[in-house]
């Protein structure tokens, strides 16, 4: 059976809370589905879950429409940023502002610009431990 043929029976076994798992291998696989404890009886609710699965849009999408192609999130094209090898993360970043939240409360914990964070009578460090971008593997172990 074909893995989506495959999908689509899982996700109606989940909608009418059945258990459902698949066996065989390559492509003999096929679903097996189990009635399990908090298996009810065949409802209204249900069968509305099985039918909205069944709308032939998701079988048949429209092709007149170009629709863009999902890609994969990576950290890279989220963060908008990208390093080369041997420069500090964040160095050209601007100073957070008075309106972030972080900085609000340590304000209020007593923190003024310019002190530093975590030991007595101000002698922690003022600057942040930089990250410098490394990319290749030379050196690692």
Not at 12 to 27: D, E, H, I, V
Not at 48 to 72: T, Y
Not at 77 to 92: I, L, M, Q
Not at 113 to 135: D, E, R, Y
Request: charged fraction near 25%; hydrophobic fraction near 35%.
């Amino acid at each position: 059976m074909a893995q989506q043929e495959r999908k689509m029976i899982h996700e109606m076994a989940n909608a009418l809370r059945l258990k459902s798992k698949s066996s065989g291998q390559g492509k003999s696989r096929f679903p097996v589905l189990y009635k399990t404890g908090r298996s009810g009886d065949l409802n209204e609710a249900a069968m509305g879950k099985v039918e909205s699965l069944l709308n032939p849009r998701r079988f048949f999408p429209r092709k007149d429409i170009r629709r863009p192609r999902k890609s994969a999130v990576t950290a890279s094209n989220v963060a908008g940023v990208s390093y080369r090898d041997g420069e500090v993360v964040g160095a050209a970043a601007p100073e957070i502002g008075t309106e972030n939240r972080g900085r609000a409360i340590l304000e209020k914990m007593g923190w003024s610009k310019g002190t530093a964070l975590g030991a007595l009578n101000n002698k922690g460090m003022l600057q942040p431990v930089p990250h410098i971008v490394k990319t290749t593997k030379a050196g690692l172990g």
